[in-house]
């Protein structure tokens, strides 16, 4: 089927943080604008288009700000990704979380639009995630679960392994690179069976790296990127305080290309 007005929702994944452009809104482009003109171009053009994503937001945020906003630009598709920033704080109810995020779902697909879910990608291969993959695991078996329960698309993160390539994360360990975002643009295309142009990007592996000049890379990025996040949630406060949503209104995609941040 062709769609008309896609509303994409949730936190830093969706929208766009570690594939910077200047010239938008946020400073950032990422994995849904980059499916949303995918989709326009599939079709023939005629999408209409609103990000109301904002990082650093938990699932209870997501639900409270974006969902009711949603329903109001009455879609025919949602895109959302939510709770994995809990998951990633010391202590969460799974089962509390999961049951407010399965009202969200039903609440999105009472509207009949087509539904895309997202379980969490599977932090086996770095060990700062250690300590809470199982809690992962277990978040991605509810989201199976509610997605099964109100037909909702679901992209398996958990289970595209080519994410395990360290070319498809940004420089901050935590976001997907500019790279990593097309790919996903591509999976969620093609989930939903659209024949599409879009084709993975273009990088180069990163210099090898001998013992010191790796602990050396690892204080780097401790100091600039995870002593931040640490003081962030041992403050309160969240990378997404004053930001407002990229697209906060339903707009044509293709003035995407000719959008300039003021």
Known sequence: M?????????????EGVGD???NLPNGVRGWADR?????????GGGLAYANLAIRGRKLRQIVAEQVE???ELEPDLVSIYAGANDIMRPAVDLDALMSKYDKAIAELSATGAKV????????SHAKTYAAVRGRFALYCEYVREIAEKHDATLVDYWRLREFRDTRMWDIDRMHMSAAGHQLMAI?????????HDLEPLDVVYPPHLNGRE????NLHWAKIYL???????VTGKSSGDGLDPRWGDLKPVSDLATYKAE
């Open 20 to 22: 910077p452009d200047p």
């Open 116 to 123: 895309i879910m997202f379980t969490a990608f599977d932090p």
């Open 187 to 195: 999976n969620v295309l093609e989930k939903l069976g659209i024949e």
């Open 2 to 14: 062709n769609y008309s007005r896609y509303v994409a929702l949730g936190d830093s994944f969706t």
């Open 214 to 217: 790796q602990l050396a890379a």
């Open 69 to 71: 906003r949603a329903v």
């Open 35 to 43: 499916f949303a003109e995918g989709l326009d171009r599939a079709q």
């Open 227 to 233: 002593g931040p996040w640490i003081k962030r949630r």
